[in-house]
């Protein structure tokens, strides 16, 4: 069983930085994925984000793409999210899963192990 935890969130106005952070024992075995899920929506059946357990290969959604990083310390059993040049349409509450076999799949129903979230809200 993993035990994800996400931390990073908050206020931010747009234009703004905020970096999430999922950290679990073991978590360096497995791929990683940020989902989101905005006000009233449900939850996205696609990444925002995905890096293979190694790190070596990611993937990221088209409206993220050129504003958010994914990264992660193996060592840290740590993976990152940096978003930059926030939109107020970025708000919603951020889920990172993990994946077991250390592919970046990109989909929801690929996802082993799901953290409970860390909200983000973009606003003036």
């Known amino acids: 069983q993993l035990h994800l935890v996400e931390s990073g969130g908050g206020l931010v106005q747009p234009g703004g930085s905020l970096r999430l952070s999922c950290t679990a024992p073991?978590?360096?075995?497995?791929?990683v994925g940020w989902f989101r899920q905005a006000p009233g929506k449900e939850r996205e059946g696609v990444s925002v984000?995905?890096?293979?357990?190694?790190?070596?290969?990611?993937n990221y959604e088209d409206s993220v793409k050129g504003r958010f990083t994914i990264s992660r310390d193996n060592a840290k059993n740590t993976v990152y999210l940096q978003m930059n040049s926030l939109k107020p349409e970025d708000t919603a509450v951020y889920y990172c899963?993990?994946?077991?076999?250390?592919?970046?799949?990109?989909?929801?129903?690929?996802?082993?192990?799901w953290g409970k979230g860390a909200l983000v809200t973009v606003s003036s």
């Open positions: 073991g978590l360096d075995y497995y791929a």
């Open positions: 984000s995905c890096i293979s357990s190694s790190g070596e290969y990611t």
């Open positions: 899963a993990a994946e077991g076999t250390g592919y970046y799949w990109s989909g929801a129903i690929r996802m082993d192990y």
